[in-house]
């Protein structure tokens, strides 16, 4: 991600407005926010987007390849104010966390 982009999502959080703006302007440009983690063990997958309500539809697939059958798929809606408020809790912007982390400790959050 763009060094521009980092500092841009950081500084608009301190914003309602600037950040419902950043969020816009960014998923309009990239549609999504993939991501994937897996250790060998255990492995997630969130998908973030905007749904028709200016609102984000966070989907978490989680699994173990310890013999659990099926992963587990959680899809929540939140609202961007609320998604600030929750980056902002966290306090994510301030441990020099990237955007796409940001997201994925969200996803783990709220799904």
């Given at each position: 991600?763009a ?8 500084e ?6 600037a ?7 960014y ?5 999504e ?19 028709s ?13 310890s ?6 798929k ?9 998604f ?28």
């Amino acid at each position: 991600m763009a060094k521009e982009t980092e500092s841009e999502w950081k500084e608009s959080l301190k914003s309602k407005e600037a950040f419902r703006d950043f969020i816009r302007e960014y998923f309009s440009n990239h549609k999504e926010m993939k991501g994937h983690y897996d250790d060998s063990y255990y492995f997630e997958d969130y998908d973030i987007h905007l749904d028709s309500r200016d609102g984000l539809v966070v989907t978490l697939t989680t699994g173990s390849y310890s013999g659990q059958g099926v992963p587990i798929k959680d899809t929540e809606h939140i609202s961007i104010e609320d998604f600030r408020q929750l980056l902002l809790n966290k306090r994510f912007a301030s441990k020099g966390v990237s955007l796409a982390n940001a997201f994925h400790m969200a996803a783990d959050l709220i799904a």
